[in-house]
């Protein structure tokens, strides 16, 4: 690449997934999640359900994805206000600095391109 080029991304190809808590396809791979014990791509709707599931929520709480592979079971004082809220428990779903092959393939790419780039 010369300098100066307009600088893209080289495309990824992904293996297809399939998600094995709704056997449905993933089709945005960049969204998903990783199952815990297996460390499969899942949808990210389908690990929010699940941990919604697994959580016993009071009629005023809510999961919510924080970051960092974990989801917040959130409360809101006045439901009308979304930005005031507080975090009651932390549900850590994906290990910090896990690593998965599948999205290893996702940062490479952008790694490379960085690299690319200088
Ligand atoms: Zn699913």
Redesign the pocket.
């Known amino acids: 690449m010369k300098k100066g080029d307009n600088f893209k991304f080289k495309p990824v190809t992904f293996d297809s997934a399939t998600?094995p808590?709704?056997n449905?396809p993933?089709n945005d791979i960049t969204y998903a999640l990783s199952d815990r014990q297996t460390g499969a791509p899942?949808?990210f709707?389908?690990a929010l359900k699940k941990v919604g599931e697994s959580e016993n929520l009071a009629s005023d709480e809510k999961i919510t994805y924080i970051g960092q592979g974990r989801f917040g079971v959130v409360h809101y004082p006045d439901p009308r206000n979304v930005k005031q809220f507080e975090i009651r428990r932390i549900i850590e779903w994906e290990e910090r600095d896990s690593h998965f092959d599948w999205r290893q393939k996702i940062t490479d790419t952008f790694d490379n391109a960085q690299k690319s780039r200088d």
């Open positions: 998600c808590y709704c449905n993933i899942v949808h709707d389908c």
